[in-house]
């Protein structure tokens, strides 16, 4: 019996105050108008380094089946359908 691994922290959890995952360009098209009703300034959004970033999901990515890194046991018939090209 294989032992469970620790749960994965939330990207809640990993936050830390002043972090940025992307760096936009700036616009070179002028802002759309946004009503007033449809913004919200009350949204929690995790801050978190791009590296935390990729590193969470990647790992939430591995906890399924990874075609990339485990042998597929089904037969040659249903390779066919795996979009691993």
């Keep these: ?8 922290p ?3 959890e990993i936050s830390r105050p002043g972090r940025c995952a992307v760096a936009l ?3 070179d098209v002028p802002p759309a108008e946004v ?3 449809l913004l919200r300034d009350d949204l929690p959004l ?4 791009e590296v935390d970033f990729v590193g969470h999901y990647t ?3 591995q ?3 990874v075609l990339d890194t ?4 089904l037969g040659y018939c249903t390779s066919k359908y795996i979009p691993q090209i």
Aim: zero cysteines; glycine letters at 0%.
């Design 70 to 73: 485990s042998f597929y046991i």
């Design 1 to 8: 019996m294989r032992a469970q691994a620790s749960p994965e």
């Design 35 to 37: 009503p007033r009703d």
């Design 10 to 12: 939330l990207i809640f």
């Design 63 to 65: 906890m399924n089946y």
């Design 46 to 49: 995790p801050e978190v380094s």
């Design 59 to 61: 790992s939430f990515s």
């Design 25 to 27: 360009p700036e616009l």
